[in-house]
């Protein structure tokens, strides 16, 4: 088990999300991750790897039965345990 | 009670086809207007059915209740205050999960609710098979399965809203979080107890714990000491998780969700791939979705070109052929001069432009948006507009900006935040539209060469990076990303993309028609009274010095703000000619073309902004704009005249 950014999985691949990283405490904005978790993008769920556009693009990711685009700076900051 | 009359609001996540059921339930008697005081549709409706005068509110497609955007406080805000009698909840069934997460959002809204289960065929054709009997139980609410592009369990569903109403709308099983989670809610709805709530008390319970800013600042108010405790207990709750309190709630809500789905629904194994999945993957591919992309775009304004300039045409010349009546009955005078160069004209002009151009082009747009295309495109497109400080959705309205941009700024409105709408919106303006189109290849394209009308799209282009990249900077807030669903690929329901087309054409000629219709009558009138000559004559250190321009354009670019194509036309009939050559230089066509593309958007897209960011900031983009082209078109006209540039 690694832990690496979710943007270094592989096409394919799968991780569990293991954190978020972003000082969002309570009471403080935290729009974009409050979004992220609202799209179920949680701690302990699992994501896969679909797509990653070229030239630092987005990533898409397959996500509690759906497919998620999500840009590369945000993707960067969500932190996947995957088995390797 | 004599009048019986119903109110009934659709929430549900985008691409659900909540849309598509609104249409089916409402028919064409539909009212598209804006929330009071806020840019976000309203969509309402009114059927009759068994003895009721039902109402139906479309709210906009979110996927949280939380304070995100100004479209989930509109919708909690509504559901919370205006009580409607019922609250439907469409349902994508192939995404059931996530779907739920927002039900039972709405549940602890304490919403009056029933559920649609739509897209169940969809669902099954990916191998999901779901007992809505059983959704039923575990949530305590009604639910009937739909196919809404097919008609499909619209009437049972209608059925079931007003039995559900009539037998008094059933209690919805509240879920439970973890037991640390739920003895602090239990507190907190302790302190708050007697407090005067427009929400349920629980919910507003779990909102403090979620950090909630616009529950904080209500509570404040009411009560500072639960307030003081919620803050106190969320960080408990972060101490014993490890995680940010609101992180640790969503993630309980979306467990439970993942669980009820689990339970209800069977996942068939050994399913072939779907066509619409290898659309998908052939349209975000690496390499080969850039020029398909191009291809659907450029087909697209191939399309919309080749149709509205030939119906253009026709119109045109059906419509001036009337003039010869108008001069029989008015005569020549002033008056016919007014009525038909002002006030007819001005009309003219709107028939041949908006029925022409615009019906395919919202047509070609809501095929491409509803089959799910332009969810693709805007992923492809993610890092080029991450440059200019957006996201790829901003690429929709862009795209649109070509047309015209009067859609392209009510379209900013896809964009999550103000700021991302605002900055989307000065982007928009600046993009070379149809008409603008039209000067510069009527002068530059035809005259100077296609090479030269390519060298003002990349001038353009290179404005619009710079000027993007310096709002940007000059705009506070947040930094904005691309958090986006991309919908599987559907065909697109038709009736909802004529009806779609037809609220659209009619929001534009609302803005446009009076405007132009004015304008052209006041323009008229000023020229009759001869102040043309001083108007150019005032203008002339601007045009002639400055830009180096004939004088006479001075006037011309004031017509412009009409319709920018008006610029070419008038230029011709002021200088008698449509043999430009002879009588600009070919800079001054190039500077002509560049700072028509540039100097302000026309007067309906002036009216656009001021509905989408007001008075205001409409001023200050149309302000900007002119001071930013005179000042480019003498730089570069300086430049390329110290060059030799195009001095042949």
Not at chain 2, 238 to 247: K, L, N
Not at chain 2, 499 to 527: C, D, G, N, V
Request: one cysteine or more; hydrophobic letters at 50%.
């Amino acid at each position: 088990m690694v832990e690496v950014p979710l943007t270094d999985l592989r096409e394919g691949e799968t991780g569990i999300i293991t954190s978020i990283k972003a000082g969002f405490g309570h009471g403080k904005r935290w729009g974009l991750l409050k979004r992220l978790v609202d799209m179920g993008l949680t701690p302990g769920t699992k994501v896969t790897m679909v797509k990653s556009a070229p030239l630092n693009g987005p990533v898409e990711i397959y996500v509690r039965g759906y497919r998620l685009a999500l840009g590369r700076g945000m993707a960067k900051r969500i932190t996947v345990e995957v088995q390797r | 009670m004599t009048e019986k009359r119903l109110r009934i609001a659709l929430a549900g996540n985008a691409n659900v086809g909540k849309s598509v059921i609104f249409n089916q339930l409402t028919g064409l008697h539909q009212h598209i207007g804006n929330w009071p005081g806020k840019t976000v549709e309203k969509a309402e409706g009114t059927l009759h059915f068994r003895g009721y005068t039902i109402d139906v509110i479309d709210l906009p497609g979110i996927y949280s209740l939380s304070t995100f955007s100004l479209e989930e406080l509109i919708s909690r805000e509504y559901i919370a205050a205006e009580k409607p009698d019922l609250v439907i909840n469409v349902v994508d069934a192939s995404a059931l999960e996530r779907n739920l997460f927002f039900t039972l959002q709405l549940i602890e809204l304490e919403a009056p609710l029933i559920m649609a289960l739509n897209q169940i065929d969809m669902a099954e054709k990916k191998g999901i098979k779901i007992d809505h009997k059983k959704l039923e139980e575990v949530l305590g609410i009604p639910v009937v399965p739909t196919i809404a592009v097919r008609g499909k369990g619209i009437y049972e569903l209608l059925n079931k809203a007003i039995e559900t109403i009539e037998k008094g709308v059933p209690r919805a099983n509240v879920i439970k979080y973890g037991v640390e989670i739920e003895e602090r809610i239990e507190k907190l709805i302790e302190e708050l107890k007697g407090a005067q709530l427009k929400y349920p008390v629980r919910w507003v319970a779990i909102k403090l714990l979620e950090g909630d800013e616009q529950v904080e600042r209500e509570i404040r108010k009411i009560s500072p000491r639960a307030l003081k405790l919620a803050e106190k207990l969320a960080s408990e709750i972060e101490r014993i998780h490890g995680h940010p309190c609101p992180t640790v709630i969503t993630s309980e809500r979306y467990e439970a969700a993942g669980r009820i789905a689990r339970e209800v629904q069977r996942i068939l194994p050994g399913i072939k791939p779907l066509i619409s999945e290898r659309i998908h993957d052939l349209t975000t591919h690496k390499i080969l979705g850039y020029p398909i992309m191009v291809l659907v775009v450029l087909g697209a304004l191939q399309a919309i070109f080749t149709f509205g300039g030939f119906t253009s045409e026709i119109l045109g010349t059906l419509l001036y052929s009337y003039e010869p009546l108008f001069e029989s009955i008015l005569g020549l005078g002033p008056l016919k001069v007014i009525v038909w160069g002002g006030l007819m004209e001005g009309l003219i002009a709107n028939i041949t432009i908006a029925l022409p151009y615009l019906i395919p082009f919202y047509l070609i747009l809501y095929i491409l948006e509803d089959s799910g295309y332009l969810a693709r495109a805007a992923f492809l497109m993610d890092t080029i507009m991450h440059k200019i400080g957006l996201h790829g959705k901003a690429f929709i309205p862009i795209m649109l900006g070509y047309g015209c941009n009067v859609p392209a700024c009510l379209g900013c409105r896809i964009m999550e935040t103000e700021r991302e709408r605002l900055l989307t919106g000065f982007v928009v303006t600046l993009i070379p539209c149809a008409a603008r189109t039209a000067v510069i290849l009527g002068l530059v394209g035809s005259f100077l060469g296609i090479q030269w009308a390519l060298a003002l799209y990349i001038i353009n282009l290179a404005i619009v990076f710079i000027l993007g990249r310096i709002a940007f900077k000059m705009l506070p807030g947040e930094p904005t990303a691309l958090i986006m669903e991309m919908p599987d690929y559907k065909i697109p329901h038709a009736k909802t993309v004529l009806k779609q087309t037809w609220f659209r054409l009619w929001e534009f000629l609302k803005i446009s028609f009076p405007l132009i219709i004015a304008s052209s009558t006041i323009i008229k009138l000023i020229e009759m009274l001869g102040f043309l000559d001083s108007i150019s004559k005032a203008l002339s250190p601007i045009t002639v010095w400055w830009l180096g321009l004939p004088e006479i354009t001075g006037v011309i670019l004031i017509f412009g703000v009409l319709r920018k194509e008006l610029t070419l036309i008038m230029l011709a009939s002021l200088l008698g000619t449509t043999d430009f050559q002879s009588i600009l230089t070919p800079l001054q066509m190039f500077i002509f073309a560049l700072v028509v593309m540039l100097y302000i958007p026309c007067v309906a897209t002036i009216a656009a902004c001021v509905r989408e960011f007001g008075w205001r900031r409409a001023l200050v983009i149309a302000l900007v704009e002119i001071l930013f082209a005179i000042l480019a078109g003498g730089i570069i006209y300086r430049l390329m005249a110290a060059f030799n540039m195009l001095s042949g």
